[in-house]
């Protein structure tokens, strides 16, 4: 159970802004068209209803955690899991885009110093999320648990004394509620049919936005205690009727206290007496609203609902920052992403991918100055691709296991399963083509192509990778093996480093050995020359003139130049490097080696070897290294890796 | 001969700025000052005479082209070397920042819609600059030659003709000349004798701003024709001559003209007919009053003096991005850079420091708006520091000289460089006092804080190489060599790469061979196995566990364990290294090898064999690398290494 908090947060989140959406596409033609705002909840409900009862199939049949992706590559095909991984990847962004820019909205309501600064407070606000997740936050059961608790007992605790204030008369009417609203030109009253039927898909698709966040539970079953699967599926029951409850509720409580909100760019359609509202004018979400009028005597209460609401929007955006790595990690498993981010353990490709997530949202945020409205019209669309293509994959698995399935007890659940996903299927298709209707132009048209790009990536990488795996295929060609290895030791001074890489050479007792050193100074070879012969290794030492201190070139058409005189032999080429510890260290050593080695690996039949010498500051980097291990990374506990319901630092095992 | 305009473009170009900041400064004390204008240019005139004919002993005495930095470590010590290093690379910073900045101003002279934009304009010139630089444009001589000659003749030319029409009574008075100046609160008439000492020092020692660039050409001695030392020798004479008459002629005929000039900061002082001038007014350049005046009924000799003045100003900035990181391969050599920057053909090295030095100067230009009155402030002390250093560095060379030369005509040559050397110390030591007296509050802390920060850096990294020899020098201990090899290869699939691996491997017939397998996927292991077995290599394969696809743990544990069980053989691990073309596959591929790598480098007893394959795509870089070797070099010009008077390609030797 402590794993709904971690989950929900996303999901139950979106009650911060579609309420507010709803509201704002009926106002376009005018407040007398919020009496449809409740059945508009309703049917917003019955989509809900349709896709939780969807994901509660998904949880039982794929319980690895796969989510939608899995579900359509294993389903469909390749193309459409490239789809759905383009679709969450944009998902991802928006999530944090909307929820970021919703909370500072919710911010600047509160406390009003904020106002008009909301994209600076939103950018700041993403900038802390991402050092926090670069530093390694535990998703901790507890810590998510109270903030989500907190807002569901906010909200539906505020709906419930609002309802009851209104049933005794009390309720207070909205600060909006003295204004009118003037409908947009081509809206006003009276309104034809068609006209009426667009507004109601307008604010049903916006409404919609109150699904973004569904499909994250499909994400986390391995989180959950067992049964897994039983446990995810009730979590999304649980859910789904408590979001739909704060939805209705919001609402319904909305229209009583006279709400009037429209959309915040266009706040001179609000009128006072006639008269537009002066600018400077705050507009209010809807729930802020909401807990003013509810709270008016009890101002604790506003500040209270008004603040974890804040919070739940950043556990939201959270989420999407534990996500997108773990995404990552499955795409490079197969072949979509750099292989580097499946590694576990690497901390690099984490970090390269939250602060690409961050770096994304900030874009998003800065482009639509932080307005949750704009940057919703992006985000619906996204969401819904991924349900089609994810209850389509569902109904695929469910059709196949009937070719096999024989016993009619078990027939009768899959045929019952497979209606359930057809249902929501036909729900959500409805939805996505109304979402691509009413909302490409006013911005759906950036996520498709932001959705078109990252396809574009990962079928690039994926192609590169299967060409590379053809290319090098073992084959049967038996192609002769080297016999003979000359092995060359690259000396630029006579020092600790140097003898180890001569000691080391010397140890594999090749066909041939000498030292290679690269003359720039006449006095400086002639020291080197005389240490040399002091020091007796016995090794010979081959001196190259180089002008220009160009140390490089010579030695590579050295290395070249044996190879060609030995064609059946390989030659060793043996680099000292130094081993440090802090980070500016790097700047002022092996830099040469790394050069020589790169121009190296382009001739063929040698091989590099590098002999560390470990410099005593490196010794820092050890441990270094060593806590980095044990640091905890996104996505632990959603892949269960991590002891539930505790605390405090559990050692890995 | 042709040389001359390589390294004057910097000292030339200092009469676009210098003496406006006579004039700003006498304006303080109000217009009547100006009657000391011509005698401050005067007094600027000797010292500059004083520090060309000490220059000229250097270039003599050290032909290689170290200019001052060589001067003040071999005399004078380390410390003084690194305090000189510091002042130069100030003063580069500050030479890009100054010129670029007045080049900006002048455009904005001749085309009036870039009022008030100098700063953007400015920057975007300075990133042009580094993109050329990055890419390497030849300092070529040609290139060089025709704008300084214009410049030489634009002004000269200007200033005769100016001054054959203030002979015949025909010259008009500059726009400015209607206004009036209210002098500085505090300094108005009758001026004290103390403020008058003052107001003259604060002027001169602004006006000296002229000599910023003359150290230019000992730094580029072996650029000349032989007899390279004579001819800078001669060329410094020229340029001395040239620059003095430039700069009185340029003072004179400002008088002539009647121009009001102030402080950019304070146009508020300038008044017509009692009140201030309206704002927006645009205060043009001494050099572009003069123009407009001069050419007061031919407008193309206005355009064509502004524009060679903006040009040579851009040449001026460009020479730093020459020597800048020319400067920074000979501090890599004495211990005080990074190594890396000291090879030549590091395109690597050259680039990061035109970057920084951009970025440095791009700072500077934003943080003082363009400003080159300010700007100005931090240039000349930086200046001021190399002359007074290399100067009494000559000093102690002639005096050793005196020690050990008998030939008595020798020795009187050696007094009288000597003498002349004094005389330049004992003139510069006066004006840095008064530098630093007059203008440390006004800017010139910045720079003693950015010396100070450079200095310290320098002495840091000559530290640690320091102590990083003394970690590494070679001793007595005869340390047990070691005598076996123990070789594992690392099997992630069993490609091409991964044969090849084996095959090199086995050719270096260690004492124990076998390959490496870390098994994540029980499935991908068995088929891994199956393979193995059937193409028969006669090499065992180690099977590592590990959970969550963690590779290099297991490998590092196994590597360590081998080590552990024979104390007295060395462990070498062959890794199969994907070598491709583009820079993006470099994400693609690698990654688990590098982290391996960079982890197994810690461990005592273990080298790491890169074993190259290349891939198709190869050969793209390959070329790349190639075309890269032939590419110009920053800084090629001046040592020496272009065959000079010539436009054309040539090869490099
Ligand atoms: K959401
Ligand atoms: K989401
Ligand atoms: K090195
Ligand atoms: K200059
Ligand atoms: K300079
Ligand atoms: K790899």
Redesign the interface.
């Known amino acids: 159970r402590i794993a709904l908090p971690v989950f929900a947060s996303d999901a139950l989140s979106s009650v911060a802004y579609a309420p507010d959406e709803i509201f704002i596409m009926l106002a376009i033609a005018g407040a007398s068209q919020y009496i449809w705002s409740w059945k508009i909840g309703i049917a917003v409900a019955i989509v809900m209803t349709a896709v939780i009862m969807s994901y509660r199939q998904t949880v039982h049949a794929y319980p690895s955690g796969g989510g939608d992706y899995e579900v359509a590559t294993v389903n469909l095909g390749r193309t459409a899991g490239i789809t759905v991984a383009s679709a969450l990847l944009v998902d991802y962004v928006l999530t944090v885009a909307v929820s970021i820019s919703s909370g500072a909205n919710y911010a600047s309501a509160a406390i009003p110093a904020f106002q008009d600064h909301e994209a600076l407070i939103a950018v700041i606000l993403v900038l802390v999320l991402m050092a926090m997740n670069l530093r390694g936050i535990r998703e901790s059961g507890t810590f998510f648990a109270i903030p989500t608790y907190l807002f569901m007992f906010a909200i539906l605790g505020m709906c419930a004394y609002g309802l009851l204030q209104a049933l005794g008369g009390s309720l207070p009417q909205a600060e909006s509620a003295g204004l009118d609203i003037t409908p947009r030109p081509g809206w006003e009253e009276p309104l034809s049919t068609f006209g009426l039927i667009v507004l109601l898909a307008r604010a049903f698709s916006s409404g919609c936005a109150a699904l973004t966040g569904v499909e994250a539970i499909s994400n986390g079953v391995p989180a959950f205690k067992r049964p897994k699967s039983k446990n995810a599926a009730t979590t999304l029951l649980l859910l789904g009727l408590i979001a739909v409850t704060m939805m209705i509720s919001v609402i319904v409580l909305a229209k009583q206290i006279g709400l009037r909100y429209v959309d915040p760019h266009e706040l001179s359609r609000l009128t006072m007496n006639g008269a537009p509202v002066p600018a400077g004018y705050d507009q209010h979400a809807v729930i802020a609203q909401i807990a003013e009028a509810v709270f008016h005597n009890f101002s604790p209460g506003f500040y209270f609902v008004v603040t974890v609401t804040g919070i739940i929007l950043v556990l939201a955006a959270n989420t999407a920052f534990n996500g997108f790595p773990v995404l990552g990690s499955i795409l490079a498993k197969d072949g979509l992403a750099?292989?580097?981010l499946?590694?576990?353990?690497?901390r690099l490709?984490y970090s390269n991918g939250i602060v690409f997530l961050a770096l994304m949202a900030i874009i998003l945020i800065v482009a639509f100055d932080a307005e949750t409205t704009k940057l919703i019209q992006l985000y619906i669309v996204g969401v819904f691709v991924s349900f089609n293509l994810s209850q389509l994959g569902m109904i695929r698995h469910w059709t196949r296991a009937l070719e096999t399935e024989r016993d009619s007890a078990v027939r009768r659940k899959i045929y019952r399963s497979r209606t359930i996903n057809a249902i929501g299927l036909s729900f959500t298709a409805v939805v996505l083509v109304v979402v691509l209707l009413t909302k490409f132009l006013a911005g759906a048209w950036i996520t498709v192509l932001a959705m078109g790009f990252f396809f574009a990536v990962m079928k690039g990488?994926k192609g590169?990778?299967d060409n590379?795996?053809r290319?090098?295929?073992?084959?049967e060609t038996d192609?002769a093996?080297?016999?003979?290895?000359h092995a060359i030791v690259l000396v630029s001074k006579?020092?600790?480093?140097?003898?180890r890489a001569l000691?080391?050479a010397?140890?594999?007792?090749?066909n041939s050995l000498e030292g290679v050193y690269v003359s720039v100074d006449e006095k400086e070879t002639a020291r080197l020359l005389e240490e040399w012969d002091d020091?007796n290794t016995g090794i010979p030492l081959k001196v190259l003139h180089s002008?220009?201190?160009?140390?490089?070139?010579p030695i590579v058409e050295y290395a070249t130049a044996i190879r060609r005189a030995n064609p059946r032999?390989?030659v060793?080429v043996?680099i000292p490097?130094?081993?440090v510890g802090r980070w500016w260290?790097q700047?002022?050593?092996n830099?040469?080696a790394l050069?020589l080695?790169g121009?190296?690996?382009?001739t063929?039949g040698?091989?590099?070897?590098?002999?560390?010498?470990?410099?005593?500051s490196?010794g820092i980097?050890?441990e270094r290294?060593e806590r980095e291990?044990h640091r905890v990374r996104p996505g632990d506990l959603r892949r269960g890796?991590v002891a539930q319901d505790r605390d405090r630092q559990v050692p890995r095992s």
């Open positions: 750099p292989r580097a499946g590694a576990r353990g690497d490709a990488i590169h990778y590379v795996e290319e090098l295929a073992a084959d192609k093996l080297p016999t003979r290895v006579l020092h600790k480093p140097t003898l000691a080391f010397k140890a594999t007792r090749p020091r002008p220009y201190r160009e140390v490089v070139k032999g390989v060793a043996y490097e130094y081993v260290e700047f002022l050593h830099q040469t050069r080695k121009r190296l690996l382009f063929p040698v091989m590099v070897t590098s002999v560390p010498y470990q410099l005593r490196s980097a050890l290294e291990e890796r």
